[in-house]
């Protein structure tokens, strides 16, 4: 549970850090996100987890 906790501490400052950086490039990438029909993005979702998962399981295998 706390590498769960870790995890999500570290998603949410590198989510804060480009929110604070780069503001009108975040706003830009949203747009886009809603633009885009939902296919791709669950697509994108479905392999980004994927490959999540599997970082996950060769560092911590």
Do not use: H, Q, Y
């Amino acid at each position: 549970m706390s590498d769960f906790l870790a995890a999500l501490g570290l998603l949410f400052a590198i989510e804060g850090i480009c929110l604070a950086a780069f503001p009108a490039s975040a706003k830009r990438a949203m747009a886009a996100a809603l633009a885009t029909p939902d296919g791709p993005l669950r697509i994108g979702g479905v392999v980004s987890a994927l490959v999540g998962v599997l970082i996950v399981w060769f560092v911590r295998g």
